[in-house]
């Protein structure tokens, strides 16, 4: 094939819709001040998750590939899509509030198993964390995890707790955030030098936030000194993976050159080219025939980068 790509790690899948949010208990101790903490040098960055950590999710829920509304199903989120004379478009939005608009053949199944948001943030002159996310309450998501153990809790910016769980399936520990119908997971290390601090702990709790579009997707937004990172940020972009019976589209956005994009020769499953906007990357990963059908019968567009609100502010 001629078109073949770089830029990996696929994700899981994802889960739905509209369920309720849960109580966590209150928290009667307030969290420490916080002391000043230098700028970080964004180069300096290193990868978060471990390499080892082995969540995984149960996806044994069944849906048919010709659905094309939203899906309250607990292991997976397909938002709502439009299907006009053999074509389906998506309105999507990213975890950064970065826009896109694609369509393809219906013929095509690029959403039957879900859509996946993936985003990270960092503390200036601390830890850099990526999320897992889900839709639904922070504890159902945890049971499908295979349950966990609740170890501390810290105070959001509301006054409600956010709590510190142990899963009994993983190595490393989450801090549980409720946004809307979207849970995001925060993952710290167990071991004494690599975990965060207690006041880092706190400052995520209380600099973190979320909320669900109308449209059903997660938005996230930070407050210095904790930064999200926006499109086309650092070696770990953000992204969106979209799920059907026959492989996966993992869409990135972001500033690239309009084109093929090449790829190792070890790196077969996986395709990948730039849009003719230069805004954003789409990788394609399955059979040779699912990456050619993608390539061919994926458009994209529009897409509209998201940027940081200080950025906003000044223009």
């Known amino acids: 094939m001629q078109f073949r790509a770089a830029l990996a790690i696929a994700i899981f899948v994802t889960a739905t819709g509209a369920c309720s949010s849960t109580e966590e208990p209150a ?17 300096a ?21 010709s659905s094309l509304s939203a899906r309250p199903d607990v292991a997976r989120f397909i938002p709502i899509l439009d299907l006009a004379d053999g074509i389906v478009t998506l309105d999507l939005e990213f975890v950064d509030g970065t826009r896109a608009s694609i369509s393809w053949s219906s013929q095509l199944d690029l959403t039957s198993r ?19 996310i889900r839709p639904g309450p922070v504890a159902d998501v945890l049971d499908r995890l295979g349950g966990a153990e609740l170890l501390d809790e810290y105070l959001d910016d509301n006054g409600s707790a956010v709590g510190l769980w142990r899963p009994e399936s993983d190595q490393v520990d989450y801090l549980g955030f ?3 119908n979207w849970t995001v997971l925060v993952y710290d290390y167990r071991a004494d030098n690599l975990k965060m601090s207690e006041e ?19 938005r996230l937004s930070t407050e210095p ?23 996966e589209v993992k869409l990135i956005p972001g500033a690239c050159s309009p084109g093929n994009i090449a790829q190792s020769a070890d790196n077969d499953g996986m395709s990948a080219w730039c ?41």
């Open 27 to 43: 928290v009667q101790a307030t969290a420490p001040p916080l002391t000043a903490v230098t700028p970080l040098d964004p180069s």
């Open 200 to 218: 880092h702990r706190s400052l995520w709790a209380t600099h973190f936030q979320g909320e669900q579009t109308e449209e059903g997707f997660l």
């Open 45 to 65: 960055v290193v990868a978060t998750r471990p390499p080892s950590t082995t969540t995984t999710i149960d996806t044994n829920s069944s849906m048919t590939s």
């Open 178 to 180: 409720q946004f809307d």
């Open 275 to 315: 849009s003719d906007s230069g805004k954003l990357v789409v990788e394609a990963f399955g059979s040779e025939e699912f990456q050619q059908a993608v390539f061919t019968n994926l458009t994209v567009k529009s897409v509209e980068i998201g940027v940081p609100p200080s950025t906003e502010e000044d223009q």
């Open 225 to 247: 000194p904790l930064e999200l990172v926006y499109a086309g940020d650092y070696p770990a972009p953000l992204n969106m993976i979209m799920r059907g019976e026959g492989g």
């Open 114 to 132: 879900g859509i996946v948001p993936y985003g990270w943030a960092f503390i200036a002159g601390g830890a850099a964390r990526d999320f897992f």
